[in-house]
């Protein structure tokens, strides 16, 4: 009877914790948007401690590490296209450029017919 009091009283009062301490970690994600604080470090572990109770954390959770990979992605690409189009490199696709030395009217270093 003692446990069963106990099992009651600390499912309500994790519930709070877990509510309290979630939503106070997203929301100060929330608020650093507009600081130089970076919030993709607030935001996901508040919605972490929020998907300890609550599906519906899990679920923005995971499309917020999907949006997460996908940015990433995108800026490896990003950065390997940016280093394969560095001066001197190839850029994939496209015909190499190959220096020619050009003839000036009135440039004395070659003659026709010479």
Known sequence: ???DRLLRIREPMR???VVVLGGTTVLLGLLTIMTPIPAAIFI????TILSVEF????RLLSRYQ??????AAALHHKKKL???SAPGAAIPGSVPY???PSVLPGDQTQT???
């Open 15 to 17: 519930r709070l914790l």
């Open 66 to 71: 999907a949006v997460a990979r996908r940015a």
């Open 1 to 3: 009877m003692i446990r």
């Open 82 to 84: 940016r280093e394969s």
């Open 55 to 58: 599906v519906w954390a899990q």
């Open 44 to 47: 996901p572990a508040g919605l």
């Open 98 to 100: 190959i220096a020619v």
């Open 112 to 114: 026709p017919g010479a």
